[in-house]
């Protein structure tokens, strides 16, 4: 406990400085023995509420305001800071720089979760590789992860979000990349950062700690224009994609069954990927760039790509009484839903194709032809159902004309009835795509549906 304190720039106000700690944790619910609870303002609720209850369930300590501890009476080991959040952070910082580990830092609009998964799988995994937990990918979060790093991490895959400029930056002040990725830039957080140009900028945080190598979009001229003159050395950028100039180009893409996509790396492989779509495809390269860098082996390489396994609800292949689902109800935005839809297209199927699509949100001012693109996108795509939920998605339906015409348009304000409705219609060796933003939950649908096949006979 004293060693934290020191670390953080706190007092130790009461408690055994000897006092080992073995983690950190945000939730008195999920306290493991030995945690330093970390009571963080919220938007429901001050960690602070709970400290007694952290301690209970066998935290050594608490980090808490020091404003709050001098009239707390705990009985427990406290830690008084200014800022929580300033002292995980600075914990998390302090953590990975005695670690001496590697850091590769991923950002991007979409795909920064499967491709922060890839790296890994492509340098090998196992106890040396650290990542995010789940999408931990926040101010709160990244600290969270680095402080689960044990002693033998020598290379950390670290995710790194935003939804307003200046975050990045910050995360990068944590746990500066000595590599950093930028899967692509698009329309996402759009009421917050009002333009892609300002996303872009937003992203580019990334590189303020002078990272050794950069690996970015071959398609986003503007974004390797910037990126060269941060970095000043050509040998310093390494680009991906489909293009002849990428540094890594894929070649040679196909779409096979379970989900399995092949493809050609400069002329090498072939690599095998069990993850949909050449967005995907797209999201290997850069991983495959970064492990090269880092010394792996093509046949390691190849093999440890083709053991991945999407993140649950991304590109998650479900079989439910028989029909082929895809669970990709974990974020949306205009790109990804374009990507997901032609990735269904892409994908063999012994029977009928069917989007499941619901609201993309933060999209601002522009959200109504942000949706009317995507139901273009459906309606040129050769499916034989198109379900939307919500209110915003009604726009997508909209644009959906020959679809509709066909009476292969269907809406929904509640995803119940969706996923009633799509019980009915489905039949075994039918492939469906469900896809949305967050504040969807969409996965009640999937859920729903199949509760509904269960009860018919369809089985999971």
Known sequence: MGEVARIVDGALISGDPSTAVAGACIDSRLISPGDLFVALPGEQT???????????????????????????????????????????????AEHLERLGAKIVGVTGTNGKTTTKELPRAALGGGGRIGASLGNFNNQIGLPLSALSFGSKVDTAVLEMGMSTPGEIARLVQIAPPEVVVITNIGPAHLESLGSVEAIARAKLEIMDQEPA?????????????????????????????????????????????????????NGR??????????????????????????GSDWEAI???????????????????????????????NPAS????????????????????????????????????????????????????????????????????????????????????FLASWADRGDLVLVKASRGMALERLIDRFASVRAAEGGGS
């Open 46 to 92: 001050d960690g602070h509420a709970h400290v007694e209850q952290a301690l209970a369930s066998g935290a050594a300590g608490a980090l808490v305001q020091s404003s709050w501890a001098a009239g707390a009476g705990s009985a427990g080991a406290l830690i008084g800071v200014d800022d929580p959040l300033a002292g995980l952070q600075a914990w998390a």
């Open 213 to 265: 190598l950069a690996v970015l979009p071959c398609d986003a001229p503007r974004l390797l224009d910037e990126a060269r003159d941060r970095l000043g050395d050509r040998q310093a950028l390494r680009t991906f994609g489909t293009e002849r100039e990428a540094d890594y180009r894929a070649t040679d893409i196909e779409a096979g069954a379970g989900g399995v996509t092949r493809f050609l790396v």
């Open 269 to 294: 492989g072939p690599v095998r990927l069990r993850l949909p779509g050449a967005h995907n495809v797209l999201n290997a390269l850069a991983a495959i760039a970064v492990a090269e860098r880092f």
């Open 302 to 332: 190849r093999e440890g790509l083709r053991a991945a396994r999407p993140a649950p609800m991304r590109s998650e292949r479900l079989s439910i009484g028989g029909v082929d689902l895809i669970n990709d109800a974990y974020n949306a």
């Open 337 to 420: 839903m374009a990507a997901a839809i032609s990735a269904l297209a892409a994908l063999p199927a012994s029977g009928r194709r069917a989007l499941v699509l619901g609201d993309m949100l933060e999209l601002g001012e522009l959200s109504p032809d942000y949706h009317r693109g995507v139901g273009l996108a459906a309606d040129s795509a050769g499916v034989d159902l198109l379900i939307t939920v919500g209110a915003l998605s009604e726009q997508i339906s909209a644009a959906a004309g020959r679809l509709s015409s066909r009476g292969q348009v269907h809406h929904f304000e509640d995803p119940t009835d969706a996923a009633e």
